[in-house]
């Protein structure tokens, strides 16, 4: 192999790299964009974190398809009440696998919420989440997030559980 050769190939490597490196960041950034979303009434901006027609399961309350029903969950009572009272949605850096223009993940979720009567917050949920994101036009966008809580449930468990070995 020629110097230019082994150069092409080394610049080739480290392009692949550096999208990988992007990669990983954009989707992290996807992530967390989500609790300031919620927390803040934005629905629409967190119905955006969406591919049009994704898949949001807060297991086994609640499936939501698609940008409406994501944006509806935000701004409906229910939701309006946890952050009129208190609420914070913190996610955890999640563990992504890419391949290609799709990914998946597993974090964690919390539900923190004040109490104003004890003066202080609690955790009111702690939800395994699995994820699949697409890369689309617009950017990395969340395909499939499936939340569900840590209850002891084995199913739920498993949702955290490392992909198998390649």
């Known amino acids: 192999m020629s110097e230019i050769e082994e150069l092409r190939a080394a610049v080739a490597a480290l392009t692949e790299r550096v ?6 960041r954009e989707i992290g950034q996807l992530v967390a964009g989500y609790g300031p979303a919620v ?6 901006a967190a119905a955006e974190l969406w591919t049009e027609d994704g898949l949001f399961a807060a297991v086994p309350q609640l499936t939501m398809n698609g940008h409406a029903d994501i944006a509806a969950m935000v701004h409906g009572a229910g939701h309006q009440s946890l952050i009129h009272n208190g609420c914070a949605h913190v996610l955890t850096v999640p563990h992504i696998e890419i391949d290609g223009d799709r990914a998946t993940g597993r974090s964690y979720a919390l539900n923190i919420r004040w109490d104003a009567a004890a003066d202080r917050f609690w955790v009111a949920r702690v939800s395994a989440n699995t994820w699949t994101w697409v890369r689309t ?3 990395w966008r969340v395909a499939e997030r499936i939340n569900a809580a840590l209850d002891g449930t084995a199913a739920h468990r498993e949702m955290l559980a490392p992909p198998p070995a390649r």
């Open 137 to 139: 036009p617009d950017g």
């Open 19 to 24: 999208r990988i490196l992007e990669d990983h």
């Open 39 to 44: 927390d803040s009434g934005s629905g629409e």
